[in-house]
């Protein structure tokens, strides 16, 4: 689990509408690296994206949400032997398992590969009132200004953030901003992205860019 006041690095590369999140070298890293069951989890990621082209944002929310809200949960410590290790998809699709911030990255790319706009999906930093733990979870905002609904995988339900009193919202972030928020989970007030940094979220990206080559 991540550190409370820890601050976030914010760039990830363009992504292009209704792409395959997992290309073919990526598929046979995770047949070489992991195994068969991992390999044939990649191509069902490429086989939801592809089902979801052109549908609904609500159905590409629900589907996501619901396909990876089937990995297990696994403690960094346990899983990884690191007190806070921040895994890539394609890490978290080969061992099918992972941490809170595991499920929302996963399901942020898998969601901007649809096409959805960076400027509404947010990874959000929270607190969880009733476990009394640092916890993340994916927003998605439809405008600026709108209750945002929450992807989560303590609660399966996709629900709108005013429904979550058990989360209590402190920031969030993506590609481009990161905002201060406030109970009623609104956005608040921008941070300038040049002061903002964060070792793990750069190593994650750069993990993800290197593979790319």
Partial sequence: MFSLWVLL??????????????????LTRLKNDYSEQALKRGRAVNTLIQKLQDRPVSEQLNEVNRFFNQFEYREDSEHWGQKDYWATPEEFIGTQMGDCED???AKYFVLRSLGIADEKLFLTYVK????????????YFENPKSNPLILDNYN???????????????????????????????LGKA???DKIKNSKWQKLLADMRKNEK
């Fill in 128 to 139: 969880h009132l009733k476990l009394n733990v640092a916890h993340m979870v994916l927003s």
């Fill in 191 to 193: 941070l300038p992205t």
């Fill in 103 to 105: 499920f929302v990255i």
């Fill in 156 to 186: 399966p339900e996709i629900l709108k953030g005013s429904l979550r009193k058990d989360l209590l919202p402190v920031y969030s972030f993506n590609a481009k901003s990161l905002f201060l928020t406030n109970a009623s989970a609104g």
């Fill in 9 to 26: 690095f914010l760039w990830l590369p363009s992504l292009e509408s209704s792409q395959p999140l997992v290309d073919a070298a990526m």
